[in-house]
């Protein structure tokens, strides 16, 4: 199967890379010492602090093999103006009653006051590669949704 890249804005991977530093620095650390201190209660059959601190190290170091993978498979780079929906693009769109902003992305783009579009998602598919005045149209759980593009302009961030 062939590996998944994921597109980061400079901004997304620096602060990937900072939570991931962080997570195998100090956070491993904290965990170390909450363990320990956990262990000098007694009885680990019937410690729950115990218990909690390893199930949250456990998730730790998930967050931590994802940040990883993530990182090592990502593209970053700032998004190109092209004239057409790209990933990394936001776009606005309406249906004549709702107007909105979405950055064409993965989650881990995400920024304050916009709608995040997965590329792969049932919008993202939809936008990618239209330009303005191109109408959309895709189907959700919610039902069928359309939308006329209204403007296309890079993400910058």
């Not at 062939?2 to 195998?24: C, I």
């Not at 601190?53 to 103006?81: F, T």
């Not at 990933?87 to 920024?111: H, M, P, R, W, Y």
Request: overall charge negative; glycine content about 8%.
């Amino acid at each position: 199967m062939p590996e998944e890249t994921t597109w980061l804005t400079p901004a997304a991977h620096e602060k990937l890379s900072a939570e991931f530093e962080q997570l195998t620095t100090a956070g491993r650390q904290e965990i170390v010492a909450r363990i320990a201190e956990a262990r000098s209660h007694g009885d680990l059959r019937e410690n729950a602090d115990y218990d909690a601190a390893k199930n949250e190290q456990g998730m730790m170091e998930a967050r931590i093999r994802q940040l990883r993978h993530l990182l090592e498979s990502a593209e970053v780079r700032e998004a190109a103006d092209t004239g057409k929906v790209e990933i990394g693009c936001i776009v606005t769109v309406t249906n004549g009653d709702l107007t909105l902003e979405v950055l064409i992305a993965t989650s881990e783009n995400k920024v304050s006051g916009v709608q995040t579009a997965a590329p792969d998602g049932p919008l993202g598919k939809a936008l990618l590669g239209a330009e303005v005045g191109d109408k959309v149209s895709y189907q959700a759980p919610g039902g069928e949704f359309k939308y006329t593009i209204e403007s296309i302009r890079p993400f910058e961030g």
